[in-house]
């Protein structure tokens, strides 16, 4: 699904990472370890083309990503990519049944197809019935449900998730790791930058970011 191959950044005169060779295929759960400040959300940044790696390539189906240009990178975000990020990247002033809306695919809309999908994502998510609340009323972690449900409506085929479990308590953590798994077990490929050894635990390989290798 995307292979990153001999990758590096740096800032300035400090080299972040250099040589990332890692590949994440469709259907696998690849967690990013490594000490706060190693690099885990920068790289996480360069898959969803956010931030430009120095050098090397990331390849999805046969192109460097990391040489899009403008068009190609809205293609990939819209067609392929999905994000669980830190700043949950929600209509702050929107509903949210609009901000589920959005990712719904034009033509997924026939038939009330969709309304039953936002229903069952916001039930999964442990917020039915929430569709009318404005997201600024919400708290940090039911906004990071929200963005998950949000993932859930639009099924991409690779979702980047940066410390998905970071505002949340322990049960709502392990709703949004087993349903990181489950997208993952329909296919999906999934990086996830974390501290939390139960996401860890359930990843299919754990690469440190700080150490630039695989864990066993
Ligand atoms: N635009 C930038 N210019 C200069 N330095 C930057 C820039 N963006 C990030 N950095 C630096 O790169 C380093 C890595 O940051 P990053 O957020 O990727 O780490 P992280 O592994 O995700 O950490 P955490 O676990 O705390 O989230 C940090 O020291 C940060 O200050
Ligand atoms: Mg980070």
Request: aromatic share 4%; charged share 25%.
């Amino acid at each position: 699904m995307i292979d990153i191959v001999k990758l590096s950044k740096t800032f300035g005169t400090r080299t972040l990472w250099s040589d990332v060779t890692v590949t994440v295929s469709s259907g696998e759960m690849l967690a990013l370890v490594g000490p706060s400040g190693s690099g885990k959300s920068t790289l996480l940044n360069c898959i969803g083309l956010l931030d430009k790696p120095n050098a090397g390539e990331i390849r999805h189906e046969g192109a460097d990503i990391t040489r899009f240009g403008r068009r190609e990178i809205r293609r990939f975000r819209r067609d392929i990519l999905g994000y669980l990020f830190q700043n949950y990247a929600l209509i702050e002033n929107a509903t949210v049944a609009t901000n589920l809306e959005v990712a719904v695919k034009p033509q997924r809309t026939l038939r009330g197809k969709t309304s039953v999908d936002i229903a069952e994502a916001l039930e999964r998510v442990g917020m039915a019935g929430q569709d009318e609340e404005k997201i600024h009323h919400l708290s940090g972690g039911e906004q990071q449900r929200v963005a998950l449900a949000r993932l859930m409506v639009k099924r991409p085929a690779l979702v980047l998730a940066d410390e998905p479990t970071g505002a949340l308590d322990h049960a709502n953590a392990t709703a949004v790791i087993d349903i990181l798994r489950e997208m993952s077990d329909a296919g999906c490929a999934v990086v996830i930058a974390t501290h939390d050894d139960r996401v860890r635990d359930r990843c299919d390989a754990v690469f440190a970011v700080n150490e630039n290798s695989l864990v066993a």
